[in-house]
């Protein structure tokens, strides 16, 4: 989609890749349904990931579809539409306490006691060449963009992202997006070794994670530059994107508009590809309100 | 735009028109954009409107268009967000009270004493022609639909609906879809005659019109239904919209699927063509909220 009024605003030419229209309402979808189909027979005892909602939705989605079960283990706070979706897909949620070190423990019990196949939200070679479709469908109908920007957390589809990207075209830029309170992968990316850090502060539920080893090497190799967007522009960004585009979008797929109007990504005369990462949102708790 | 969710909860095939992706966000885009452009010279003085927002927004944006100047009577009450639009399009604001005969009586006033061309939001055959366009497309791109559906307010939409749609396909049942709290269409339509009503009870400030002669005589003939919908399943079917579509949809354009809900709409193993009219929705004022 594009927008008159928004490159009126920003002074670039936007084309926005709405993977909330994607099945799940998140392009998680892409990413799940390579890793579930990869899969061989030994499958058939089910697949387990840990995730903050919209993986959890899309694996228990891709599951269904081969005819398998999901187990799907989820911090105890997050979202209830986040929730709802996972099991509305047959997957069988596991609550967490919300660190990291709770999820990856819950998960390894569920491989051991189960015979389950993990398929990790990000760092996962078969994630991430599955993200890096929506780019390639970008790239193949608008194939002369001068920069690409996706949100970036765990670093699974900014890594899937370059890699489709400068595959199809060496000169384009790839740059991520990643709220200013959760900015472990810029600090990663300058500093060139992934930082372990335990807290985030930011309302991008989906932006969370640390990076992964695997997605970090393909970042550090492909990616040019990691653009931060404070909260109060992300929040701007994703309330102009319902107001102008009339589409919904949640908050991590905010933070790309959000670091243009932070001032950190300049798009002036350029074709500017956006990935806009899902659409999954709490109708009743808008961060605006 | 499809979704298989809708069809599974509703039992019929849907294929929604997405006029909140139109110009000014509505339909109302195509009526304004036919009638200014059908204009002679004398036209020049500008244009003049009575509108509780959404053809207010149009018929600016249409005048800019041909370089002329559209003054928009509205009522004091009417949503922010239509108000804002007008003015960003270049049109003049001239406020009212909030009846019928106050909105008619401001733009007698401006014709007369500036000799300005009035272009009444619906009862007029440029503007129902216009709106008609949209059907058009949708039939151009799904021909066998089994019924097309239209939330009916004034009736210029249901009119160009109709003739446009029964010129494609004699055999297409159209259907008008009204809120109960502003049922003076359907009370019209059975009882062949035009009921005037001054109050309408219902959150769809697009819908609060009376019938327009020239609107209704094309619905008689040719339109086969007027389905109503409660407020509560409005509220639903907007809200319904928003979550499984994400796309951002006003409530005057959630009436056809609330009537679906209502029961008083019967898409069961039916081919169904929507317009979804209009996206300007006041996101600080959510009907659910």
């Not at 900014?158 to 990207?165: K, R, S």
Request: proline share 3%.
């Amino acid at each position: 989609m594009t927008s008159t009024q928004l490159n009126c605003r920003t002074g670039g030419e936007l084309y926005f890749k709405c993977e909330n229209f994607q099945k799940v309402a998140a392009f998680k979808a892409r990413g799940a349904c390579n890793a579930v189909f990869l899969l061989d027979d030994a499958a058939k005892r089910g697949v387990v990931t840990h995730s903050s909602g919209n993986h959890g939705a899309a694996l228990a989605w891709a599951a269904a579809k081969r005819g398998i079960t999901a187990h799907i283990v989820m911090p105890a706070n997050a979202p209830l539409v986040k929730k709802s979706a996972v099991e509305s897909y047959g997957g069988k949620v596991v609550y967490c306490e919300p660190t990291i070190s709770a999820r990856e423990a819950a998960c390894a019990k569920l491989v051991r006691d189960l015979g389950l196949e993990l398929v990790h939200p990000f760092n996962d070679y078969r994630i991430i060449a599955g993200q890096g479709t929506a780019a390639l469908e970008l790239l193949e109908e608008i194939p002369d963009l001068d920069i690409i920007v996706t949100p970036l957390g765990g670093g699974g589809l900014l890594a899937g992202t370059a890699v489709a990207a400068q595959g199809m075209n060496p000169h384009i830029r790839v740059i991520g997006a990643e709220p200013a309170g959760a900015d472990d992968g810029y600090r990663s990316f300058r500093g060139g070794a992934i930082v372990q850090e335990a807290t985030a502060n930011t309302i991008c539920d989906g932006l969370r994670s640390l990076l992964g080893e695997n997605s970090f090497s393909l970042i550090q190799k492909h990616v040019d530059d990691i653009a931060l967007a404070g909260e109060k522009n992300i929040v701007a960004a994703m309330r102009m994107t319902w107001e102008i585009m009339k589409i919904l979008i949640e908050s991590s797929s905010a933070t790309p508009l959000g670091a243009i109007l932070e001032g950190n990504l300049d798009v002036r005369s350029k074709r500017v590809g956006i990935i806009l990462t899902g659409g999954n949102v709490d109708l009743d708790r808008l961060p605006w309100q």
